[in-house]
C-alpha cells in the first residue's frame, strides 16, 4: 500500500441491472410464465405482443422471442434469452398481459403470476422508482422478500439462481450508496 502498488477496493456494489435483467431473474420469472401458460404457451405471448405498437427505440422483433420456434428451445434449455434492454422493454407490456389477461382467465397459475408480478416490481423500484425517487431502502428490501417468498409459495425453489440471492443485496447497498448504477462500479479505497 505504501508504494501505491495495492489499491484494494473499500466498497463493492453488484449493479441491478445484471441481477435482474442481464441473465437474470426476470428471463427466468419470463420462461417459468410461458412454459406454465396452457394450452398454446409461447404462441399466446406471441400473439399479445403483436398486438403493441413499440416505441422506436425498442427492437421490433420482440414478439418474435415467444414464438413457438423460440419456445421450444427454450423449453429445451429451461431458460428465456434476451438482451437486458429487451426485458425492461417488453416487461411493462408482460405485466399488463398477466394482470388483464392471464389472470382473470387462469391460463397460469395464479402463484406463478404472483411471482412474475414479485420480480417486476424489483425492476420497477430499482429502475423508475430512482428516476422518481420513488424507491427507498426498506420498500426495496420489502420486495426482494416478497419476490423470494413468492417462488417459495409457488413451488417454483428449483428455477430460483443464485441472482435471486443477490436481490435481497440491493436495499442495503442502496441504503449505504443512496444510488444503485445499472452497471458494474467499484471504488479504489484512498491510502
Given at each position: 500500500r505504501s508504494?501505491?502498488?495495492?489499491?484494494?477496493?473499500?466498497?463493492?456494489?453488484?449493479?441491478?441491472?445484471?441481477?435482474l435483467v442481464s441473465a437474470g431473474i426476470v428471463q427466468v420469472a419470463i420462461y417459468v410464465l410461458g412454459s406454465n401458460l396452457k394450452p398454446h404457451g409461447w404462441q399466446v405471448i406471441c400473439d399479445y405482443m403483436q398486438l403493441w405498437q413499440w416505441p422506436h427505440h425498442l427492437p421490433k422483433h420482440l414478439d418474435t422471442?415467444?414464438?413457438?420456434?423460440?419456445?421450444?428451445?427454450?423449453?429445451?434449455?429451461?431458460?428465456?434469452?434476451?438482451?437486458?434492454?429487451?426485458?425492461?422493454?417488453?416487461?411493462?407490456?408482460?405485466?399488463?398481459l398477466v394482470k388483464s389477461f392471464l389472470l382473470p382467465n387462469e391460463l397460469v397459475c395464479p402463484r406463478i403470476c404472483k411471482a412474475f408480478l414479485a420480480c417486476a416490481h424489483i425492476v420497477d423500484l430499482v429502475h423508475l422508482g430512482q428516476i422518481w425517487n420513488a424507491c427507498n431502502p426498506g420498500a426495496l428490501q420489502q420486495a426482494a422478500e416478497m419476490c423470494l417468498q413468492s417462488w417459495?409459495?409457488?413451488?417454483?425453489?428449483?428455477?430460483?439462481i443464485k441472482k435471486f440471492h443477490w436481490a435481497l443485496h440491493l436495499g442495503p447497498a442502496f441504503q449505504r450508496f443512496q444510488k444503485l448504477p445499472s452497471c458494474f462500479a467499484d471504488r479504489k479505497s484512498v491510502v
Open positions: 508504494s501505491d502498488l495495492l489499491q484494494p477496493a473499500s466498497q463493492y456494489l453488484h449493479d441491478w441491472m445484471h441481477c422471442l415467444f414464438n413457438t420456434k423460440h419456445g421450444k428451445k427454450y423449453d429445451t434449455a429451461k431458460k428465456f434469452q434476451c438482451q437486458a434492454s429487451e426485458a425492461l422493454g417488453m416487461l411493462p407490456v408482460l405485466v399488463h417459495v409459495d409457488a413451488n417454483l425453489q428449483e428455477y430460483m
